[in-house]
């Protein structure tokens, strides 16, 4: 079995260099796969996949352009990583999966260094410390949060990334298999909303973390920061006495409460799966959300963005495999919300406004309460 761990870093000053110069690396010859790909397409020629890529690269345009002997300066796996994610990228494009690759942009897109095990001294992992290639030993911040070596868990691989100058490692670590009991409890049934994240159907809900004083306190002062890097770029533009040092540092006190606030959705939303998870029911039943549909209302396009149901689902997924736990999903065209569950009567004209759900049976209760329980008994599902 195959889990992946991921927790905070605490490099040198020259492991840090090592690590920016390898990103980089690997951000620019992404960029250099993409635009070749597009010259070939614009010429009429073949497409390059990425071996024939790295074998061109390697053995024809560096030694022929002695100005890019700099990109074998770098873990070479992490290079053909990059080539490979935008095979990928194509491939997926070319299948009608997903839009035309988009070129990565320095600080913006979310470059990551790979690395991975090719001899037995590679990714060895200790309480305190972790051997990355190239890097040699690095320091952990949370001490005992990755599997050690010595205890028999072996890393396959692993990431390396960058958030608001703070660097973080993402392992892939095999574990034996644990035989899980099967869980005897009854089912429940979650109903994800906007009014508030989760509706469980035995009676708890968990609020909209985005409604506490501690986010909202943090949100105005991002915008306050926003606003002031905002007249930094301005001043720039105008010719006026802005250093560059500056912007910079007001950026990365931007980029830094953007990851605050990311943290602590993410921190709630882990502790809302835990404790659901902790009452071990026998199935956990949710709704398949059309949430890229629901980002296209410009009225609840931040709202449904902030509560991160997408991470949800997937965590709950992972969550629910590790306790032998089925997940079932719902179709998104099921009337959890317009059915009755003391009698099973439609209610077809329902509004979006009505938040007390009224019955001719004589049943009345909250709307969302009501939908958690039509799914924690829906008959036709699917196992994520």
């Known amino acids: 079995m195959l889990k992946s761990f991921k927790t905070e870093i605490n490099p040198t000053a020259e492991q840090k260099v090592k690590i920016n110069k390898t990103i980089g690396t690997c951000r620019y010859v992404y960029n250099f796969y993409l635009d070749y790909n597009k010259s070939l397409h614009d010429k009429g020629e073949k497409f390059m996949t990425g071996k024939s890529f790295s074998v061109w690269l390697n053995?024809?345009?560096?030694?022929?352009?002695?100005?890019?002997?700099?990109?074998?300066?770098?873990?070479?796996?992490?290079?053909k990583k990059s080539i490979e994610d935008g095979c990928t990228a194509f491939t997926r494009f070319f299948k009608h999966q997903s839009a035309f690759p988009n070129f990565k942009k320095k600080g913006k897109?979310?470059?990551?260094?790979?690395?991975?095990?090719?001899?037995?001294?590679?990714?060895?992992?200790?309480?305190?410390?972790?051997?990355?290639?190239?890097?040699?030993?690095?320091?952990?911040?949370?001490?005992?949060?990755?599997?050690?070596?010595?205890?028999?868990?072996?890393?396959k691989s692993g990431t390396i990334s960058v958030k608001a100058d703070r660097y973080?490692?993402?392992?892939?670590?095999?574990?034996?298999?644990?035989?899980?009991?099967?869980?005897?409890?009854?089912?429940?049934?979650?109903?994800?909303?906007?009014?508030?994240?989760?509706?469980?159907?035995?009676?708890?809900?968990?609020?909209?973390?985005?409604?506490?004083?501690?986010?909202?306190k943090l949100e105005k002062q991002l915008r306050r920061e926003q606003r002031c890097l905002s007249r930094k770029y301005e001043?720039?533009?105008?010719g006026e006495s802005t250093q560059k040092s500056n912007i910079q540092?007001?950026?990365?006190?931007?980029?830094?409460?953007?990851?605050?606030?990311?943290?602590?959705?993410?921190?709630?939303?882990?502790?809302?799966?835990?404790?659901?998870?902790?009452?071990?029911?026998?199935?956990?039943?949710?709704?398949?959300?059309?949430?890229?549909?629901?980002?296209?209302?410009?009225?609840?396009?931040k709202a449904v963005a902030s509560q991160k149901f997408y991470e949800f689902r997937t965590k709950l997924k992972a969550k629910c495999d590790d306790n032998g736990i089925e997940l079932?999903?719902?179709?998104?065209?099921y009337p959890s919300s317009k059915i009755c569950h003391c009698c099973g009567a439609i209610k077809k004209d329902l509004k979006l406004s009505d938040r007390i759900y009224r019955c001719a049976c004589g049943y009345v209760g909250d709307r969302d309460f009501n939908a958690s329980l039509n799914l924690r008994d829906a008959v036709t599902y699917e196992v994520a």
């Open 328 to 333: 079932r999903v719902v179709d998104r065209w």
């Open 109 to 155: 897109s979310d470059v990551k260094m790979y690395f991975v095990k090719n001899n037995p001294k590679d990714c060895q992992c200790e309480r305190h410390r972790i051997n990355i290639p190239t890097l040699g030993w690095v320091r952990l911040k949370e001490k005992g949060y990755i599997p050690t070596t010595k205890d028999g868990w072996k890393i």
């Open 235 to 238: 001043n720039l533009k105008k």
């Open 59 to 79: 053995n024809e345009y560096i030694p022929n352009n002695p100005d890019k002997a700099w990109i074998k300066e770098v873990y070479s796996k992490a290079v």
């Open 249 to 301: 540092k007001q950026k990365l006190k931007v980029q830094k409460l953007h990851l605050r606030i990311n943290n602590i959705r993410t921190d709630y939303i882990n502790k809302t799966i835990a404790e659901i998870v902790k009452a071990k029911p026998s199935y956990i039943t949710i709704e398949d959300l059309n949430v890229s549909g629901m980002m296209k209302n410009r009225h609840l396009s």
């Open 168 to 216: 973080y490692v993402s392992v892939l670590v095999e574990l034996p298999d644990v035989k899980i009991i099967n869980n005897s409890n009854d089912g429940i049934g979650i109903d994800l909303g906007l009014k508030a994240l989760a509706i469980v159907s035995n009676g708890k809900t968990y609020k909209n973390i985005n409604k506490s004083a501690r986010l909202r």
